[in-house]
């Protein structure tokens, strides 16, 4: 597959406030497994055209995005403006096996981490979400963009889930 821009960090959202912020993050763990339950493996594996993802490649890559942003909201809070490097994740399904990778287990690997992350972003200071990071493709991002992004990105790939299975489904 082709290497796409880099995504885009959104801006500071100032119509939520930080106890929605992360009840919306941590709530897209179940967003992604009412995506994908119900559906059958050939399913979950289709692709709707060679160079886009299948839901299942698409599940993979939420599980492996959410370990590295993860780290990025964890160095955000415990370093001074740490720089956060941007992933090749169009690089990942072939070396990190997403064919062989089973279902269970990414939904289970993106539960736990949102559920500790949660707990972690509900216990900081009001100022800590204005702490400063650097990311190699976006600039200065604060700790907050970072969640409304892993927020973000959760909608996009959730919407794109359903499409695929919807089509699928006709």
């Known amino acids: 597959m082709a290497r796409k821009s880099p995504t885009q960090i959104p801006p500071n959202d100032v119509n939520l406030d930080t106890a929605e912020l992360v009840d919306r993050y941590e709530a897209g763990a179940a967003r992604i497994r009412e995506a994908?339950?119900?559906?059958?493996?050939?399913?979950?594996?289709?692709?709707?055209?060679?160079?886009?993802?299948?839901?299942?490649?698409?599940?993979?890559?939420?599980?492996?995005?959410?370990?590295?942003l993860a780290d990025r909201m964890k160095r955000t809070l415990a370093d001074d403006k740490p720089l956060l490097l941007g992933a090749p994740?169009?690089?990942?399904?072939e070396p990190l096996h997403y064919a062989e990778r089973v279902v269970e287990e990414e939904l289970v690997l993106i539960a736990a981490t949102r559920a500790q992350m949660a707990r972690i972003l509900r216990?900081?200071?009001?100022?800590?979400?204005?702490?400063?990071?650097?990311?190699?493709?976006?600039?200065?991002?604060?700790?907050?963009?970072?969640?409304?992004?892993?927020?973000?990105?959760?909608?996009?790939h959730v919407a794109r889930m359903h499409t695929n299975l919807a089509a699928d489904a006709r």
């Open 36 to 68: 994908v339950m119900g559906a059958d493996d050939e399913s979950l594996r289709r692709r709707p055209a060679p160079e886009q993802w299948s839901c299942h490649d698409i599940l993979c890559h939420l599980a492996d995005c959410d370990q590295f």
């Open 123 to 156: 216990l900081v200071s009001r100022e800590a979400w204005d702490r400063p990071a650097v990311h190699s493709e976006n600039g200065l991002i604060t700790l907050r963009q970072i969640v409304l992004h892993a927020v973000h990105h959760t909608d996009v």
């Open 89 to 93: 994740t169009h690089l990942y399904p």
